[in-house]
C-alpha cells in the first residue's frame, strides 16, 4: 500500500460535491447488499484464515525440501567422484552461487530498521495524523530494498530471508508477507555491500524521501546502522517463476 501523499492540493476542492453524492450512492447500493452484515469481516477472517493454512503448509513443505536437497547435494558429491564432466559443471554452479544468492555470505554492510510509530499511553494518534500516517507500508520496505540493490550491494535480506532476483516484497494489512511467511514489524533489512554507497542511495531515493517526512512528521522509526560482520543466509525459497512478459 503506498504511503499516502502528505500534501493537499486545492484543486480537489471542486470534486468535493462530486465525491460526496458518489458516496451516497455507494452506502445505499451497500446497505441493500448486505442487508444488515458486515461486507468486508468474512473477507478479512478468511484471508487471515488462509494465511495461516498456508504457512503451516510452507513449514512442512520446507522441511521436506530441505531432506531433499541435502539428499540431491550427496548424490551430487558422488557423482562428481566419478565423473569429471559432473565435477566441472558443480564448480561452475558453484562460482555463481554467491552472486545469485544460493550460498551463504558474510561481510561488512548495514543493517535497516523500520517500524511503525508509538501509541500515546491512552491509544490515540499524534495530532493531524491518520491510522495509515504512523504504520510502515509496503513501499516503504520496498524503497529501501531498491535504494540497497540501486547501490550494488552483494546480497540483501529481509527479516532474515535472503532475497535473489525474482524475490517479492508484499504486505498484507499492517503484515509483510515474504516468501509465504508474515512477519510484524519492526522490519528489518541487512544488507552487505559499500556502506557509503548504500546510504548515497538511501540518501538519493524519493520514495525514502517520502517515508522520511512521515518519520520526522509522526514519530516512526527509521534507523541506518553499520555492521562489521552482516551474515546472510543462503536463499532457501522456491526458483519458480510465476510472472514474466517478453519485451
Not at 550460498?103 to 490515540?124: N, Q, W, Y
Not at 512521515?214 to 543462503?234: I, K
Amino acid at each position: 500500500m503506498p504511503r499516502p501523499s502528505l500534501q493537499l492540493r486545492s484543486g480537489w476542492a471542486a470534486l468535493v460535491p462530486v465525491v460526496a453524492l458518489m458516496a451516497g450512492l455507494l452506502f445505499a447500493t451497500s446497505g441493500q447488499t448486505a442487508q444488515g452484515t458486515d461486507l468486508r469481516g468474512g473477507d478479512t477472517g478468511q484471508l487471515s484464515g488462509l494465511i495461516r493454512e498456508r504457512e503451516a503448509a510452507n513449514a512442512r513443505q520446507s522441511t521436506e525440501l530441505d531432506r531433499l536437497r541435502t539428499e540431491v547435494e550427496r548424490l551430487n558429491e558422488l557423482a562428481a567422484r566419478r565423473d569429471g564432466a559432473v565435477a566441472a559443471a558443480r564448480e561452475a554452479a558453484d562460482a555463481g552461487a554467491t552472486s545469485a544468492g544460493f550460498s551463504a555470505l558474510t561481510g561488512r554492510g548495514v543493517e535497516i530498521t523500520l517500524d511503525d510509530a508509538p501509541r500515546r499511553a491512552d491509544g490515540s494518534l499524534p495530532v493531524g495524523a491518520r491510522a495509515d500516517d504512523v504504520v510502515i507500508h509496503q513501499s516503504d520496505v520496498q524503497a529501501v530494498v531498491n535504494a540497497v540493490w540501486a547501490a550494488g550491494a552483494d546480497g540483501v535480506a529481509v527479516m532474515g530471508r535472503r532475497l535473489i532476483a525474482t524475490s517479492a516484497v508484499r504486505c498484507v494489512g499492517n503484515t509483510l508477507l515474504l516468501q509465504g511467511r508474515t512477519y510484524s514489524p519492526p522490519f528489518v533489512i541487512t544488507a552487505i555491500g559499500d556502506v557509503t554507497a548504500i546510504r548515497a542511495e538511501l540518501a538519493d531515493s524519493p520514495g525514502i524521501d517520502v517515508f522520511e517526512q512521515a518519520v520526522e512528521d509522526f514519530g516512526l522509526t527509521f534507523r541506518v546502522r553499520d555492521r562489521s560482520d552482516v551474515v546472510l543466509p543462503a536463499y532457501d525459497g522456491t526458483l519458480d517463476l510465476e510472472f514474466a512478459t517478453a519485451r
